[in-house]
């Protein structure tokens, strides 16, 4: 009797430690996978389609940006913009008071984004943008380059209709310029004064 109590000691004795084992293999394997959700980024691409349709979709804008597990997004947006004279002169943008002026704007905008409230982000913004305004008439141009700071606050939706990753963002940035663009005569127009320039963005992309 002693015997056998000693052998089926020892088969329980492995049978626990065999389903210890296992536990723990289960739990090596649950933890990896929360450390790979956790660690999981998502990358995307858009169009900006609010630039360019208000400026006749010349040259381009766009973005490229990673999204991260917790949704913070760090993304970089390029904006290499034909202006038309009829957008610069509009109460909407008040670049140009008067007409007879077009531009080309290029910018480089770096920008971290936090969520704040389902589907609304807040985020902090640094670059570089290149400001060029001529006279269509009179042999009359100015350029200016200066580095930028800001904030922007947006809207992003993801997998419009029911389209997996397709998004679009809206989003208004505020950027300071820290070496500002003064007040500028072209012809019987003005350039106005560029420090604290604010836009609208609308992008379309994907989502990978």
């Known amino acids: 009797m002693k015997k ?16 210890q084992q296992k536990t723990r293999r289960k739990q090596d394997l649950s933890n990896n996978k929360a450390i790979r959700d956790s660690c999981a980024i998502n990358y ?21 940006g990673l ?10 947006v390029y ?7 009829k957008h610069l002169s509009s109460n909407f943008a008040n670049a140009v008071d008067g007409h007879n002026v077009r531009g080309l704007i ?25 400001d060029y305004y001529e006279h269509t008439e009179l042999d009359e141009s100015v350029e200016h380059f200066s580095p930028t700071l800001g904030f922007s606050v947006g809207y992003r ?4 209709f029911k389209v997996k990753g397709l998004y679009y963002y809206f989003e208004l940035p505020f950027r300071f310029y820290l070496n500002p663009l003064e007040e ?18 609308f992008f379309i992309g994907f989502q990978f």
Request: some cysteine.
């Open 4 to 19: 056998i109590a000693s052998i089926l000691v020892l088969c329980f004795c492995l049978i626990n430690v065999v389903c």
């Open 44 to 64: 995307f691409i858009a169009y900006g389609l609010g630039e360019m349709a208000f400026n006749q979709f010349q040259n381009f804008s766009g973005e490229i």
């Open 67 to 76: 999204r991260f597990k917790n949704q913070h997004m760090l993304r970089f």
């Open 79 to 85: 904006n290499n913009i034909k202006a038309t004279e």
């Open 106 to 130: 290029k910018s480089y905008d770096l920008i971290y984004n936090i969520p704040v409230y389902k589907g609304i982000y807040a985020g902090a913004l640094g670059g570089y943008v290149n």
């Open 157 to 160: 939706d993801t997998n419009l």
């Open 184 to 201: 500028t005569k072209l012809g019987d127009s003005t350039v106005n004064r560029h420090f604290f320039v604010n836009n609208i963005w």
